[in-house]
């Protein structure tokens, strides 16, 4: 029998662990009966990593990422221009002219060469 586990636990209930989406600037808005939808503090669009290399496809960035389940990968670092991207990828063309797809799960940060359309 496991100790520290009490007999009255679910086995199958996993608690929810999921970061997605990565907000940024987001606020809400709440209505109340008094002001019948009228608010002073509006809704912003909330940012997402996708979006930022959308707005700067054909830009040069460097892309780190940490792969924590692998040996030989643990931290790598990704350069090229942005030739296009999704909802969870990221396709980069590199110096020799080879296309990289990565997926934007494993990302830790971007720095873009120039200033970045945000």
């Known amino acids: 029998m496991n100790q520290g586990f009490s007999s009255g636990m679910n086995p199958n209930y ?25 608010s002073s503090n509006p809704v912003s669009n909330p940012q997402y990593a996708e979006g930022i290399f959308r707005k700067n496809i054909g830009r040069r960035v460097s892309v780190y990422f940490s792969y924590p389940d692998s040996v030989e990968w643990r931290d790598k670092v990704f350069t090229g221009t942005i030739l296009d991207d999704g909802r969870d990828y990221l396709l980069l063309q590199d110096d020799q002219g080879k296309s990289i797809l990565l997926w934007l799960v ?13």
């Open 14 to 38: 996993i608690p929810s662990q999921s970061t997605y989406p990565p907000y940024t600037n987001f606020t809400t808005t709440q209505t109340t009966p008094i002001n019948q939808g009228i």
């Open 106 to 118: 494993y990302i830790n940060y971007a720095i873009f060469d120039e200033t970045p359309n945000y």
